[in-house]
């Protein structure tokens, strides 16, 4: 596995512990939907580091805090 993946991975990890509710596919598409904009093709089009910085943003945002 790439490092890029990898970091996707941990990040994927860090957001289900801050939305614990949120089935992994819903995360997965909220990620994308974050990095591209709320398109019907966001999943299959954003590309690993562009989730990666979307993720990166949200945690940022919401640091310290959890949406059960």
Known sequence: MNPEREEL???M???SEMYPNMRFGQ???NV???AKGPTASAAWDAADQEMI???RNNLQRNKG???D
Request: charged content about 20%; hydrophobic content about 55%; cysteine-free.
């Open 9 to 11: 991975l941990r990040l």
């Open 13 to 15: 990890t860090e957001l």
């Open 27 to 29: 995360l997965v598409t």
């Open 32 to 34: 994308a939907y974050w």
């Open 53 to 55: 910085e979307a993720a």
């Open 65 to 67: 805090q959890r949406f």
